[in-house]
Each structure stands twice: as structure tokens, then as C-alpha cells.
Nanobody, 112 residues
Framework: QVQLVESGGGLVQAGGSLRLSCAASGTFFSLNLMGWYRQAPGKQRELVAVMSSGGGTDYATSVKGRFTISRDDAKNVVYLQMNSLKPEDTAVYYC??????WGKGTLVTVSS
């Protein structure tokens, strides 16, 4: 069974930074796509950033230049460095591991 545990969420002022972490445990194919999605109140879950084992990345247009995804395959951890945060970044952030594993989410609140 695969478990994904997120950490690092919290309350921050606009313009601030946070770093999210997601640790994966259990039995899975480590060379898989990992990343982050988010869901704001009243909205659908959306992709934030994902990274393949080969280092390829994909970012939502709204976070390009502000967020950076990275991963440590030796530790089975994926990170999301979030800079220049905006109130519209407020959401529950979910860790994702292909094919369909999800964490429980961590809340990020950005105050104006």
C-alpha cells in the first residue's frame, strides 16, 4: 500500500514563501511521475506542478516563475518551493504519484 504524506502548509502573507514536502512510502515503482495539485474552495482540483523521473517538469501557467518542483528519489520525496505567494494560491495542496495515488492534502492560506 502506498502512502503519501504532505507537510509544510500554513498561513503566510502575500509575497511570502512556503516549501511543501511529500514523502512516499510503501511499494511502488519509484520512477514515476510525482507532483502537486491544488483545490481551492468551490473550484475543481488543478495541476500545480509535476516532475518525471527524468527531470521533465510541467507547471500551471499561474505559478510559472514563482513555484519550483524538485524531487529526491533516494528519499522518495517531492518538494514544492512556493515564492511570491498570492491570495489566489490559497488552496489545499495534494501530493500525487502516478498512476493514481494521492495524499490527504495540506492547507496553504495566503493573506492579503
Amino acid at each position: 500500500q502506498v502512502q503519501l504524506v504532505e507537510s509544510g502548509g500554513g498561513l503566510v502573507q502575500a509575497g511570502g514563501s512556503l516549501r511543501l514536502s511529500c514523502a512516499a512510502s510503501g511499494t511502488f515503482f519509484s520512477l514515476n511521475l510525482m507532483g502537486w495539485y491544488r483545490q481551492a474552495p468551490g473550484k475543481q482540483r488543478e495541476l500545480v506542478a509535476v516532475m518525471s523521473s527524468g527531470g521533465g517538469t510541467d507547471y500551471a501557467t499561474s505559478v510559472k516563475g514563482r513555484f519550483t518542483i524538485s524531487r529526491d528519489d533516494a528519499k522518495n520525496v517531492v518538494y514544492l518551493q512556493m515564492n511570491s505567494l498570492k491570495p489566489e494560491d490559497t488552496a489545499v495542496y495534494y501530493c500525487y504519484l502516478r498512476p493514481n495515488y494521492w495524499g490527504k492534502g495540506t492547507l496553504v492560506t495566503v493573506s492579503s
